[in-house]
């Protein structure tokens, strides 16, 4: 769906996916899904193939770490943690490695926690666009899509 987010908004369906039996027979699982409009006037479509996805997890700093109140102080706590080794390179590759290990918990908690807020958000924009797609959104909608939006991120 895509929209020109204008008080008087036009609204059409732009993207199509096309199936035959024989994609669907080969592709029993797959599924997809339009996501919310949140950084674009168009609304992204998800696709997923519906088999398990198997990858090694690397460990990735995450910038949003930086926006989560006690990020500081986890990383202070994990790095000032006694260690086995006295000093030199062995002291440093454990106190990162122990870093890591932590920081990777943490961040499950955390995600947890924001996903559930994105969740939310995703749902509150989804009822707006079902209302945009029948009738114009009033000023206080559109200006709670605003904050919405910006909250998202």
Known sequence: MWC????????????RV?????????FPLCSLKARPRICSDHSPLIFDGGEPHTSYHHFKFENWWLLCEGF???VFEAWWLPTPFSKGAKKV??????????LKRWSRDQRSNRHNSKSEIEGALRDLEVKE??????????IRRA???????
């Open 93 to 102: 590759a454990f106190k990162l490695k122990w870093v890591k290990q932590v």
């Open 72 to 74: 500081c102080e986890v």
């Open 4 to 15: 020109n987010l204008r008080a008087h908004p036009s609204c059409t369906r732009l993207d």
């Open 147 to 153: 904050n919405l939006k910006t909250s998202w991120f």
């Open 133 to 142: 797609e029948s009738s114009v959104l009033s000023e206080e909608d559109r």
């Open 18 to 26: 096309l199936v035959n039996h024989l994609w669907e027979d080969a």
